[in-house]
């Protein structure tokens, strides 16, 4: 049984430039997470998807989207890249109220 | 808003000491979840606690839920150099049951 699977690991991005990374889900569960993690901070909260909707926000611009396809996976876009926007961005699933699942995140780099 | 924070954010013990890392939320918190993110890796669930003053154990790990449900502490007995990491606690609040916010953690480390 696989786990929840992000791609890609890393990656190195531009000022300007936008970003898709990708998450699968741990085997049934419906519900995706994303965060950011800062050096040395902890996982702050990006946005919840729950039957392909957007469900819960945090406190991050617009130029953060996202998506979740039928199949419960789901996308993170940023767009218009900022230097600060260098972290690791970790997908987690979870079913309902439960534990949250974590991928091994997305490494980015924006120079 | 709505804040979680953790004290101490760093912990140094030699191997075989105790160690507790505490965990204070501004409102109260529906659950609270505890996490280990050892160097280099990814967030690993630990445990959620749900009850007012609930109390759970895991071998040498102890948790502990207030009776407001706005603090929470782990305690580890008798450090373990496999102990080293990260440790954060996250809380949803009533108001945001789907949403979870971490604290920025306590990192051990443990000098064998």
């Known amino acids: 049984d696989a786990g929840v699977t992000q791609s890609p690991t890393h990656l190195i991005k531009t000022r300007g430039q936008q970003v898709t990374l990708r998450c699968s889900p741990k085997?049934?569960?419906?519900?995706v997470s994303w965060y950011q993690q800062a050096l040395g901070q902890g996982p702050q909260f990006i946005f919840q998807?729950?039957?392909?909707?957007?469900?819960q926000r945090g406190n991050f611009p617009d130029r953060f989207s996202g998506h979740q396809f039928p199949n419960y996976s789901s996308e993170l876009n940023v767009n218009a890249l900022l230097l600060g926007d260098s972290a690791l961005y970790l997908c987690?699933?979870?079913?309902?109220?439960?534990?949250?699942?974590f991928g091994e995140g997305s490494r980015l780099t924006v120079l | 808003g709505q804040q979680v924070m953790q004290i101490p954010q760093y912990q140094h013990v030699q191997e075989g000491e105790d160690f507790t890392t505490y965990c204070n939320s501004s409102?109260?918190?529906?659950?609270i979840q505890w996490y280990k993110q050892r160097p280099g890796g990814h967030p690993v669930f630990l445990i959620q606690?749900?009850?007012?003053?609930e109390v759970k154990k895991q071998k040498r790990l102890t948790f502990q839920f207030g009776e407001a449900k706005k603090n929470s502490s782990l305690h580890i007995t008798a450090t373990q150099t496999t102990d080293v990491g990260t440790y954060f606690c996250?809380?949803?609040?009533?108001?945001?049951?789907?949403?979870?916010?971490f604290g920025d953690g306590t990192t051990l480390t443990v000098k064998p």
């Open positions: 085997s049934g569960h419906d519900t």
């Open positions: 996250a809380g949803p609040w009533w108001t945001n049951a789907g949403k979870s916010t």
């Open positions: 409102t109260t918190l529906s659950n």
């Open positions: 606690l749900v009850k007012s003053g």
């Open positions: 998807y729950y039957e392909e909707e957007e469900r």
């Open positions: 987690a699933s979870t079913v309902g109220a439960g534990e949250l699942f």
